[in-house]
């Protein structure tokens, strides 16, 4: 009788034994899988980044080619503005390369100079996104107290409605001192307002719709002063590549500055950041 209960017991430990080993196996396995996995997903995110990558290093070489080839001018029908690509299903997975030009842009802190204007092109600039003019006369107060801003969002701390800094954000930005307004990739609002005369705007953007760009020569046929700050070239731009390998994505931004100095011409990427992944089908906003 008391072998039989030292069998049960016996027994009973030789289970647990079997069982803890089953759970270490289980366990090693499962761990081993995990690893598997994270390593698959660390290729395939670096195969998607080595896309972006590559996408990125296709717009500098453009724009390198560009700054050798028509430094004089830089407009959407350039081949630089052609490696754009909207988003497409590759084998790969989702791909696409977006370039914005910035000096399509107004710089804020222009206000913080002094003088009218800047002021009465941001009032002006505000009628036409149906916006209160008297903020920019609020806005060139703040920056000549405080100083420029980093950002353009940075306003609304000082009590500029965010209405209007959404309104004015396709428009203007916080840019270099030296990044004139390009004429030739201007959206239409911002183009009014600085040459203030709706029918010369008019006629030079349908111009540059037929011909793809704002010329010289087109401005005096159109009876236009060439506005203040302005110029027929850009050297700062910001690529957003959305790159997919295998199920696994990346969204990369990188900023680009050409400097067309006859002395030390260059094109170089000076930031590149991660953002946001959009959901498939879905546009991405701007960052």
């Avoid at 203030?196 to 006629?203: G, H, K, S």
Wanted: charged share 25%.
């Amino acid at each position: 009788m008391r072998r039989r209960r030292d069998s049960g017991v016996v027994l009973v430990n030789v289970l647990v034994i079997i069982a803890l080993s089953a759970a270490v196996v289980h366990l090693m396995l499962s761990s081993r899988e995990s690893a598997i996995d994270r390593v698959t997903g660390l290729s395939r995110a670096g195969d998607a980044e080595l896309i972006a990558l590559g996408a990125e290093a296709s717009v500098v070489a453009a724009l390198r080619r560009d700054l050798d080839q028509a430094p004089d001018v830089d407009h959407l029908g350039e081949a630089w503005a052609a490696i754009a690509q909207e988003e497409v299903q590759l084998v790969t997975g989702r791909f696409s390369v977006e370039i914005r030009d910035l000096q399509r842009k107004y710089d804020i802190n222009r206000l913080a100079l002094g003088g009218l204007g800047p002021v009465e092109v941001m009032a002006r600039l505000l009628v036409e996104l149906d916006q209160p003019p008297e903020l920019a006369r609020r806005i060139a107060a703040i920056l000549r107290r405080t100083g420029p801003v980093a950002a353009l969002s940075d306003l609304e701390a000082f009590g500029i409605p965010a209405a209007a800094i959404e309104a004015l954000s396709p428009h203007v930005a916080v840019l270099p001192s030296d990044a004139t307004v390009n004429l030739n990739t201007v959206e239409p609002p911002l183009l009014r307002a600085m040459l203030n005369n709706r029918a010369i705007a008019a006629r030079l953007i349908a111009r540059r719709d037929r011909e793809g760009q704002i010329t010289r020569e087109a401005l005096r046929g159109a009876g236009a002063v060439r506005p203040d700050h302005s110029g027929f070239t850009s050297n700062l731009f910001d690529v957003v590549v959305l790159a997919e390998a295998d199920g696994a994505a990346v969204r990369m931004e990188s900023r680009i500055r050409r400097s067309d100095a006859l002395s030390a011409q260059s094109v170089s990427v000076v930031s590149r950041r991660y953002l946001p992944l959009p959901s498939e089908g879905q546009d991405a906003p701007d960052p």
